[in-house]
């Protein structure tokens, strides 16, 4: 008989940083930012051309504009959920440490909260209904999600329990 434990898997140990040049560090979680806001675009923008979003007379430059738009959501959003959710006495205290983004802290329901907040403005920027602009942008989010998901496994961040499971981490 063979131990489960013999065939259970173990968690890489990922280096945060992807690229250093000097004292510029490029993190693998920003790389999944990059990879899930390049996603977006390119499922929105093959969306747009298909019914009904071209009877409607959505544009490529559109989708370029909304994607603007999410990004500010899920940054400003992300980090403000972080900072209101999990430690708002320390950032009482320390008003200015809300800027260091450098040092970590986001939350994806304060970044969920900034992306509806953005779509709305945008919706309400273009004239359109915000059940339209989420309408189109529904399907191209799951491919984000996985991006970060990634991004988190990579950092160590979603722990769970200990399995003895074989296929387990």
């Known amino acids: 008989l063979v131990c489960p ?3 259970m898997l ?7 940083v992807a ?14 930012y990059l990879v899930a806001f390049g996603l977006f675009l390119w499922l929105a923008s093959r969306r747009v051309g298909l019914a009904p979003f071209a009877k409607v007379g959505w544009t ?6 909304m994607l603007f738009y999410g990004v500010l959501g899920v940054v400003v959003g992300g980090r403000l959920g972080y900072v209101v959710f999990y430690k708002p006495d320390y950032y009482a205290a320390n008003p200015l440490e809300v800027f260091s983004v450098w040092k970590g802290g ?10 509806l907040v953005s779509m ?14 989420t309408d189109l942008i529904a399907p191209c989010v799951p ?10 496994f990579i950092n160590g961040e979603l722990f769970g329990r200990v399995t003895t499971v074989p296929w387990g981490i």
């Open 19 to 32: 690229v250093q040049i000097g004292p510029v560090a490029i993190h693998w979680y920003g790389l999944t």
């Open 60 to 65: 490529r430059r559109e989708v370029e504009d």
């Open 143 to 152: 491919t984000g999600l996985a991006s970060g998901r990634l991004g988190n």
């Open 10 to 16: 173990i968690h890489p140990q990922f280096d945060a």
């Open 5 to 7: 434990r013999l065939c």
């Open 106 to 115: 986001m939350a994806f329901h304060g970044g969920l909260l900034g992306v």
């Open 120 to 133: 709305w403005i945008f919706a309400k920027s273009r004239g359109r209904h915000f059940l339209e602009v």
